[in-house]
């Protein structure tokens, strides 16, 4: 599906969790999930994070590795301990070894089927990785 064909409204695709300090980078990306007929929350600050996924009930994350206080390492690990896992989309817009850690890290867990994305992010990848 084409970005922006989705319709407008339609959240029954499932419900996107957004872990990121910077809602001004994240609003593309949560314009595009609810577009695509998926319900999005943002989340600023990881510390509230396990009240969230049990309120919210994501079936996708969509987290940032690096956030001042609580990190997107320490989501990967809260997520890590879940025993329903939503799919995971990690992103950082940091050196390509900031992510390699994290995916070092994320299969010492157990955290299989992570996708990956590079900031800035192109809203067409997003969207596949969404799929």
Known sequence: MRRGTGKAGRTDRGRVLFVDDEPDVVEPLIATARALGYAAKLLEDGAAFDATVAEFRPTHVV?????PQIDGIDVLLALARMTLRPRIIVMT?????VMESAKILAEQNDLDGIEWLRKPVDLDEFEAKLA
Request: net charge negative.
């Open 63 to 67: 987290v940032d590795l690096v956030m």
């Open 93 to 97: 817009g940091y050196h390509w070894g």
